[in-house]
């Protein structure tokens, strides 16, 4: 009995011998642990905002991401629809000469579908004659990087042939070509008839030049035989007037 109340007894003194207190050490350990959690506390609503600031920067990125696709696919429909109803006959080549694309304009050119053209070598829609020139002419092209001009004759899907005018320009990246096509045959035959009447004219003009000078070499040959016979009738003349001078002499 003694002994337990000894030690209450001491237990009870404990505080009394630190103010009624925790001893230095026990309020420096709780200090210290305040602090830690005060700091996680901020660390977290730090953390907490920032990743409410990225949400929101990440939501202001999909709208901007959301709304730059629409105005591709806006753009792309538009420079679709030009390109396929556009007047002028497009194809795009790639650099194996192999069309990736052409427009309605010139499947309509080639008397054939569109998926009858692509993936086709554009050689495959030009006689076997001018097949050399126009590869050297396409490889022209892609090594120079500037707009080329030339003219070919091509096939349409009955065999026939017409003339085309080609203007065709390399993509900057090298991988393709884009080719514009005028049908030019009427023009052609048109400038073929107008040099006929143009060389026809010029014949008869020559031919006119060519009579006038023979007319004026008759006239000059007239003229030269009405002096002849003018010479000789005087000539004669006087050869009578000779004959009647003698004959009234003698008597």
Same mark, same amino acid.
């Given at each position: ?13 404990l505080p009394q011998l630190y103010g009624g207190g925790l001893c230095p050490g026990g309020e420096v350990l !709780? ?8 700091? @996680?506390?901020? /660390? $977290?609503? @730090? ?19 959301? =709304?730059?696709?629409? /105005?591709?696919? $806006? ?18 080549? /790639? ?18 579908e569109r998926s009858r053209i692509n993936g086709r070598y554009f050689e495959h829609f030009i006689p076997a ?10 490889? &022209?092209?892609? &090594?120079?990087?500037? @707009?080329?001009? *030339?003219? =070919? ?23 393709? *070509?884009?080719? $514009? %096509? ?8 048109? %400038? ?5 009447? &143009?060389?026809?004219?010029?014949? !008869?003009? &020559? ?6 000078? %023979? ?24 050869? !009578? @007037?000779?004959?009647?001078?003698? $004959?009234?002499?003698?008597?």
């Amino acid at each position: 009995m003694d002994g337990k109340n000894g030690f209450q007894k001491a237990g009870n003194k404990l505080p009394q011998l630190y103010g009624g207190g925790l001893c230095p050490g026990g309020e420096v350990l !709780l200090s210290e642990r305040s602090e830690t959690e005060h700091q @996680r506390v901020l /660390d $977290a609503q @730090r953390f907490a905002h920032e990743i409410a600031a990225h949400k929101v920067e990440l939501e202001t990125q999909k709208r901007e991401l959301a =709304a730059a696709r629409n /105005d591709l696919e $806006a753009l792309l429909g538009k420079y679709t629809e030009l390109f396929d109803f556009a007047p002028v006959s497009y194809f795009i080549l /790639d650099s194996g000469r192999v069309v990736n694309s052409v427009n309605l304009t010139g499947s309509s050119l080639l008397g054939m579908e569109r998926s009858r053209i692509n993936g086709r070598y554009f050689e495959h829609f030009i006689p076997a004659a001018g097949r050399p020139a126009f590869a050297a002419f396409l490889a &022209k092209v892609f &090594k120079s990087q500037v @707009r080329e001009t *030339c003219e =070919a004759v091509l096939l349409k899907a009955d065999d026939s042939q017409f003339l085309v005018q080609i203007e065709a320009v390399a993509a900057a990246s090298g991988t393709e *070509c884009r080719l $514009a %096509l005028v049908d030019i045959t009427e023009r052609k035959r048109a %400038l073929e008839s107008l040099q006929k009447e &143009k060389e026809a004219s010029e014949a !008869l003009q &020559k031919m006119g030049e060519m009579a006038e000078v %023979l007319r004026n070499m008759g006239d000059a040959a007239l003229v030269l035989k009405k002096g002849v016979y003018l010479q000789r009738a005087q000539q004669g003349c006087h050869d !009578l @007037r000779g004959r009647f001078g003698q $004959a009234g002499a003698h008597h």
